[in-house]
């Protein structure tokens, strides 16, 4: 069975460009979380889907937002793009997203912003 | 709300010597707790994961972690380590109400081996 797959895999942008991140989550798996990894904040959460809808939100600003489609796939979108949000984008993915499932996480993205 | 800490930044230690990375956690009901191992560029890779039953739970690459509620702590050890052990290590605490679907980790322990 392939793994959690995010596109791309490397992204550099510049202040104020919005970027777009693609998440294909294990065949059968209908839960999608989203993670932001930075060296001062560490993993934080950013939102969770489950069939197309948003379950959970963490608390990052409205710039950014997320998506999911019928066939699980979930894009996240960050508008405006501050310097501070330079981070590995980690994507996940679970069975039907109980705490007591298993996560599964992608490779991430790397996003840099100059 | 849950919690995590990881108390040491960074742990040295000699190949095949034996490892215990600490893990204290802050929860108010019953805690889901996880091991996720990251290698350098890497996602992260479920070591381990505790819901219940046994406070000793294995998990891959040999190793082990004891849940001890009076403690609240889940504390991850390996008997001997080796080379390939060195790299991040977070420990992370689930919810368990459904819609609260969230992981929340600890600020990791980097682990460095030393031949």
């Known amino acids: 069975k392939a793994g959690v797959t995010q596109t791309p895999r490397y992204l550099i942008k510049t202040r104020g460009q919005q970027v777009t991140l693609s998440c294909s989550p294990i065949?059968?798996?209908?839960?999608v979380s989203w993670y932001q990894q930075t060296p001062g904040q560490g993993l934080q959460f950013l939102f969770e889907?489950?069939?197309?809808?948003?379950?959970n939100k963490g608390n990052f600003p409205g710039r950014f937002s997320g998506r999911q489609f019928s066939n699980s796939r979930s894009e996240m979108n960050v508008s405006t793009l501050e310097l501070g949000d330079s981070a590995l984008y980690l994507c996940?993915?679970?069975?039907?997203?109980?705490?007591?499932?298993?996560?599964?996480f992608g490779p991430g993205t790397r996003l840099t912003v100059l | 709300a849950q919690s995590v800490t990881q108390p040491d930044i960074h742990i040295t230690v000699s190949e095949g010597a034996s490892l215990e990375l600490r893990c204290n956690y802050s929860?108010?009901?019953?805690?889901?707790l996880f091991w996720y191992v990251q290698s350098p560029g890497q996602g992260l890779q479920l070591l381990l994961k505790?819901?219940?039953?046994?406070?000793l739970v294995q998990g891959i690459k040999g190793f082990e972690a004891e849940f001890k509620r009076s403690q609240s702590s889940f504390n991850l050890r390996k008997p001997s380590v080796h080379w390939s052990d060195a790299a991040e290590y977070f420990c992370?605490?689930?919810?368990?109400?459904?819609?609260?679907?969230?992981?929340?980790f600890g600020t990791g322990t980097r682990l460095t081996i030393i031949p």
């Open positions: 996940a993915s679970s069975s039907i997203g109980l705490a007591a499932d298993t996560q599964y």
């Open positions: 889907y489950f069939s197309e809808t948003q379950r």
């Open positions: 992370a605490v689930g919810g368990s109400n459904f819609g609260n679907e969230k992981l929340t």
């Open positions: 505790y819901f219940s039953g046994d406070t």
């Open positions: 065949s059968g798996h209908r839960s």
């Open positions: 929860y108010g009901a019953t805690p889901y």
